[in-house]
């Protein structure tokens, strides 16, 4: 029951866990692309991902120049804090322009995004969460707030409520203050951008443009300083990273499924002790070293089954927790239940072997002489 329930509840969160990525990338919308500003191998990890950016606003126009592009923009993380008053928040602050509401897809549940006259104003566009921790349920347009010392005006709330909801969504869209690219240029000497946002013809297959915008890039970068990625491989990579740590997890969650297994054999163990006239008396009956072989091993399957089941039922009592009151969301499929039933029954099938074994040996005489 307990290494049943252990891996249900740890395979269940996992799966959780990246639908729950899912659908934060998916949330970039599927005609979007990324430009990061490092070489990404599909088989290895660069550690150098979060050092110095070669890219460049200027960048922007140079993709916006390949054939399939509708609009390309920056996209850079600024830091800090903000707060209201005497409250704060603590967002992801990223810089970048209007056309980005138009990329994404955004639900304003007060205001606007910013708009062409105001990217050299101090104005900001703040997350839902955001807006909640500093302002509650009062409205936060027009209201001031400060963001590294400086004071911005708020223009626009933007909501999903799917993603507050989101294990992720501290960092996720909704949690996020947008600032205008060019005002945070003119106050911060060689600004970097983190990020090319590339918002491609939805009739346009992403992987056919990458060559075509790396070309573009390559005119002025090195191979090693930029890559572009589509939502699947952005979603590969997060997924490589979390079947790597849910294996570990589930390796060491199976040394309780093996103290298990020791358990349920010294339990058919002593069962054959107790049991040994009636071993005898089958025998002598015409019963064969099969049949007491099979009934055994039977009873240990059918032991571990039930232990199983419980531990299944268990698990969707946790589950149903997690999801009511944490921002976990597990999600029990029929695979995983397939998969902690068949757990259990190579468990007792394995563990039950010696104990049958050892009845199906037995000399019926000296079996019922024992009693």
């Known amino acids: 029951m307990v290494g049943c329930s252990a891996i249900v509840l740890l395979v269940s969160i996992a799966t959780g866990v990246q639908a729950d990525v899912k659908g934060q990338v998916e949330g970039l919308g599927v005609?979007?692309?990324?430009?990061?500003?490092?070489?990404?191998?599909?088989?290895?990890?660069?550690?150098?991902?979060?050092g110095m950016s070669y890219l460049k606003p200027t960048d922007t126009e140079r993709l916006e120049t390949v054939k399939g592009v509708v609009d390309a923009i920056p996209f850079t993380?600024?830091?800090?804090?903000?707060r209201s008053g005497k409250k704060r928040a603590n967002p992801l602050l990223v810089a970048t322009e209007p056309s980005w509401f138009n990329m994404r897809k955004t639900t304003f549940i007060e205001g606007r995004g910013f708009e062409a006259e105001e990217l050299s104003k101090p104005v900001c566009v703040i997350g839902s969460i955001a807006k909640r921790e500093l302002f509650g349920d009062a409205s936060a347009i027009g209201q001031p707030v400060v963001v590294n010392g400086k004071t911005y005006r708020v223009v626009g709330v933007t909501q999903d409520k799917k993603a507050e909801e989101s294990l992720f969504s501290m960092g996720g869209f909704e949690n996020l203050v947008y600032l205008p690219y060019p005002f945070i240029q003119s106050i911060t000497p060689n600004l970097q951008t983190d990020r090319i946002m590339i918002q491609i013809e939805p009739e346009?297959?992403?992987?056919?443009?990458?060559?075509?915008?790396e070309g573009?890039?390559?005119?002025?970068?090195?191979?090693?300083?930029?890559?572009v990625l589509t939502q699947e491989q952005i979603l590969g990579l997060v997924y490589k990273l979390m079947s790597i740590l849910t294996w570990l997890l589930t390796g060491l969650t199976s040394i309780a499924l093996f103290?298990?297994?020791?358990?349920?054999?010294?339990?058919?163990?002593m069962s054959v002790n107790e049991r040994t006239k009636e071993i005898g008396i089958r025998k002598t009956t015409g019963a064969t070293?099969?049949?007491?072989?099979?009934?055994?091993?039977?009873?240990?399957?059918?032991?571990?089954?039930?232990?199983?089941?419980?531990?299944?039922?268990?698990?969707?009592?946790?589950?149903?927790?997690?999801?009511?009151?944490?921002?976990?969301?597990?999600?029990?499929?029929?695979?995983i239940i397939g998969l902690a039933i068949g757990v259990?029954?190579?468990?007792?099938?394995?563990?039950?072997?010696?104990?049958a074994?050892?009845?199906?040996?037995m000399d019926p005489v000296a079996a019922i002489r024992a009693e």
């Open 216 to 227: 573009k890039l390559g005119e002025r970068l090195s191979q090693e300083q930029y890559s």
């Open 31 to 50: 005609n979007v692309l990324v430009v990061i500003p490092g070489r990404i191998d599909f088989g290895n990890f660069n550690p150098n991902l979060g």
């Open 77 to 82: 993380f600024v830091g800090g804090g903000i």
């Open 289 to 335: 070293r099969r049949d007491i072989f099979i009934q055994f091993l039977a009873e240990a399957v059918v032991i571990s089954v039930v232990g199983g089941a419980v531990g299944i039922v268990f698990s969707w009592f946790v589950c149903g927790l997690l999801a009511q009151y944490t921002p976990v969301k597990p999600m029990i499929t029929p695979e």
């Open 344 to 355: 259990c029954v190579g468990v007792g099938a394995i563990f039950g072997l010696i104990p």
């Open 204 to 213: 346009t297959e992403p992987k056919a443009l990458i060559k075509s915008l």
């Open 357 to 361: 074994i050892k009845a199906s040996k």
């Open 259 to 269: 103290v298990a297994g020791v358990g349920i054999m010294a339990v058919m163990l």
